[in-house]
């Protein structure tokens, strides 16, 4: 049986490659846009799960890296000589990780709730300032309109090629989740996971906690920001709406519903609720729902539900079905999230 | 050579060495410099940038002094606080134009007076905000103690729910509604040569009657000093013999309704729409931050100062001619500062 486990990823791999090929003809663009969203949302929900579930940081400011990275693609690309995607790409990590340390640097000395506020507050003057119609800021920004109708290269241009975009989205996944899984698993993600169990005792036994906080900040900012370039180069666009609150609750509702704490929860999360918005969406069940009862309320209070009833989301149910690491993960989730330590920490 | 090391400049060594009015001063101090560099008249100054400072500082302190206690006493940080708020000011608006009889979709009750109206939506909203945080507290906030990290998520998730609310109910929708005023508090009063609106003075007289009564009640009051041991030691209360839980609820609800009040009353000032809930809490948390989590008179304080910082860097904007988007992002700056220097705010526990 244990073979068959090994080769569970490249059986899922294959699968997401063919899937492409797999729809009628005539919805086969549709699908490939919606996998697109559902690849590039995983990017971002992972990233914040690096933060919540691996750290233990309630950052409620991911919508400013996401934000960061868009804009910073649509700016080098709406030039009268677009920046070729190599610099492109550059710029964006560079950004992510600039963003990720100065926020860390600036926030991460305090504790839980006040790193929350930072972020949030910054996410929002970050709003106003992209939504604002100044004549001095909206030459770069766009204001309320954003950044519209980019030059994106032919080859992996998503209205032309979408198979290469949607082949450029998967990659991108597929090699930032090993990236992740890579860090997460190397000594430096054992000791975040030290932190998010008792940041104290790590301290104690000698390590620079938060220098490791910043680090894992700096990681997230960099995915996120890597998510929101992803998700420019497809919209063709960049608004000022990737700033809002919204965007940082998608990305909490992502990582609750596929399971804090897991690397492919949020993955499996980002498919839940991409689907689910469409499938609520569609005209045989919006027939059935009430007209006042919208998409974002429903979403609004199955997170309320979750975080209530079902905190450890879709990887906690599937750990309890399968019995065996049930155990170790529910304690850790519980463990990482004990009163104790937190009413220490606000002290 | 001496064995004892020289006291070195980090930060946390400065951190220390600041006093818990070091924040006023350098407040008080930047006041002055934006004086120096935009001058205004002594008129200007009255009714163009103090008087509009306290009205708003009247409105933060409502907000954040529910938030402040609520803190302090229970260790729950309520991100939905600024929703409370808007809806506050939902229910006090929908009671101006529902129940107005000129309005063609009026509610079959109707009263002729906009006076009557505008008193009857204050109280409304005070106690539909009251009414909603209680229920928060009970079905929410009460089972998550054993995990507060969801408290918070889930507080984050409600202003989500409350935002998608108000804009799934069709009389209220996703647009800016402009105030609408009560016929006695619609005038301007004549102050140094200049109109000065009567509305804003009702505001000033609203929040400093209340922040001086819940100030009083704190003080003096047997609740009060319960409630002030709770912020100190919860536990300890408890082993006396009181029942903290129920504190906990009332105070919740009361913190709700006050935050209510202020969108009630500010309804008729700054109009209403569905963002206002998130831009009043940011500046809330601006205000706990500068006065302390958990300090009721760091509320207090913290919102004069943010008040009347939002006004002299307005002022100074207008002058300069700098963007105006530049004065919204300042404040946060403000805060950014304060945390950095003296986590603990003017009066809050320091770390």
Redesign the interface.
């Known amino acids: 049986m244990i073979w068959l486990r090994r080769l569970l990823p490249v059986a899922i791999v294959a699968v997401l490659a063919s899937l492409p090929f797999a729809f009628a003809e005539s919805t086969t663009r549709f699908w490939q846009g919606v996998l697109i969203q559902i690849f590039v949302l995983a990017i971002y929900a992972l990233s914040y799960d690096i933060l919540l579930g691996f750290t233990g940081i309630v950052s409620f400011g991911q919508a400013l890296f996401l934000g960061a990275g868009g804009y910073t693609t649509a700016i080098l690309l709406h030039r009268e000589q677009p920046a070729s995607l190599l610099v492109v790409l550059l710029a964006v990590i560079g950004v992510g990780l600039l963003l990720g340390a100065g926020v860390g640097l600036l926030s991460l000395r305090l504790s839980g709730v006040y790193f929350s506020m930072i972020t949030l507050a910054l996410a929002e003057i970050a709003f106003i300032l992209f939504r604002t119609d100044d004549a001095r800021l909206k030459p770069y920004t766009g204001g309320e309109i954003g950044i519209q109708g980019l030059d994106v290269p032919a080859l992996i241009d998503p209205t032309q090629n979408r198979l290469h975009f949607y082949f450029l989205a998967l990659a991108s996944m597929i090699a930032l989740y090993s990236f992740a899984r890579r860090v997460i698993n190397s000594p430096t993600g054992r000791v975040w996971l030290a932190v998010r169990e008792n940041e104290t005792r790590a301290a104690v036994l000698g390590y620079n906690t938060l220098r490791l906080k910043v680090a894992a900040t700096m990681l997230s900012s960099t995915l996120a920001a890597l998510a929101g370039m992803l998700l420019v180069l497809y919209e063709k666009s960049a608004t000022y709406e990737m700033f809002s609150v919204s965007m940082t609750i998608q990305a909490l509702l992502m990582t609750i519903i596929g399971g804090i704490g897991t690397l492919v929860g949020p993955l499996l999360g980002a498919a839940t609720l991409r689907l689910l918005d469409q499938w609520l969406k569609s005209a045989s069940v919006s027939a059935f729902l009430p007209t006042w009862l919208r998409a974002d309320l429903l979403f609004g209070l199955i997170y309320v539900a979750l975080v209530l009833f079902f905190p450890a989301g879709i990887m906690g149910a599937i750990n309890r079905l399968r019995g065996r690491r049930q155990q170790r993960s529910v304690q850790q989730v519980a463990q990482a999230l004990k009163p104790q330590e937190a009413l220490e920490e606000s002290r | 050579m001496s064995v004892i090391s020289r006291p070195s400049t980090s930060?946390r060594s400065l951190r220390s060495q600041l006093s818990r009015w070091s924040i006023f001063v350098a407040l008080s101090a930047i006041f002055g410099i934006i004086l120096v560099v935009a001058p205004a008249s002594w008129p200007k100054l009255v009714t163009g940038i103090v008087l509009p400072g306290l009205t708003l500082a009247a409105v933060f302190f409502l907000l954040a002094a529910g938030l402040s206690l609520i803190?302090g006493l229970m260790?729950v940080?309520n991100?939905a606080h600024g929703s409370l708020f808007m809806l506050g000011a939902y229910l006090a608006w929908s009671c101006n134009v529902w129940l107005d009889p000129r309005y063609p979709g009026h509610w079959p009750v109707t009263i002729a007076s906009s006076n009557l109206r505008f008193a009857l939506g204050l109280i409304i909203g005070m106690l539909g905000g009251a009414l909603i945080g209680a229920l928060i507290e009970v079905c929410?906030i009460r089972?998550?103690?054993?995990?507060?990290?969801?408290q918070?998520?889930?507080t984050?998730?409600?202003?989500?729910?409350f935002?998608?609310?108000v804009?799934?109910?069709?009389a209220w929708g996703s647009l800016s509604r402009p105030p609408i005023k009560p016929s006695a508090l619609s005038g301007s009063l004549e102050l140094l040569g200049r109109r000065f609106p009567t509305y804003s003075l009702f505001l000033i007289g609203l929040g400093f009657g209340l922040a001086l009564l819940i100030g009083a009640v704190l003080q003096r009051a047997r609740v009060g000093m319960i409630i002030r041991a709770g912020v100190q030691d919860s536990a300890m209360v408890e082993a006396l013999g009181i029942n903290v839980r129920r504190v906990f609820t009332s105070v919740f609800a009361a913190g709700s309704g006050l935050a209510a009040l202020g969108g009630a009353a500010a309804a008729s000032f700054i109009g209403v729409y569905p963002e206002m809930g998130?831009e009043y809490q940011?500046f809330a948390?601006?205000v706990v931050?500068i006065g302390g989590?958990g300090s009721y008179g760091g509320a207090a304080l913290g919102a004069l100062l943010i008040g009347l910082a939002r006004t002299f860097s307005d002022h100074l904007v207008l002058e300069t001619s700098l963007?105006?988007?530049i004065a919204?992002?300042s404040t946060?700056l403000v805060?950014?500062l304060v945390?950095?220097l003296r986590?603990g705010g003017m009066f809050g526990?320091q770390?």
């Open positions: 930060w803190f260790d940080l991100f929410f089972p998550l103690y054993s995990r507060p990290i969801y918070v998520l889930l984050l998730g409600l202003v989500f729910v935002d998608a609310l804009r799934t109910i069709p998130l940011l948390f601006i931050v989590l963007p105006t988007a919204s992002a946060v805060m950014a945390l950095v986590p526990k770390e």
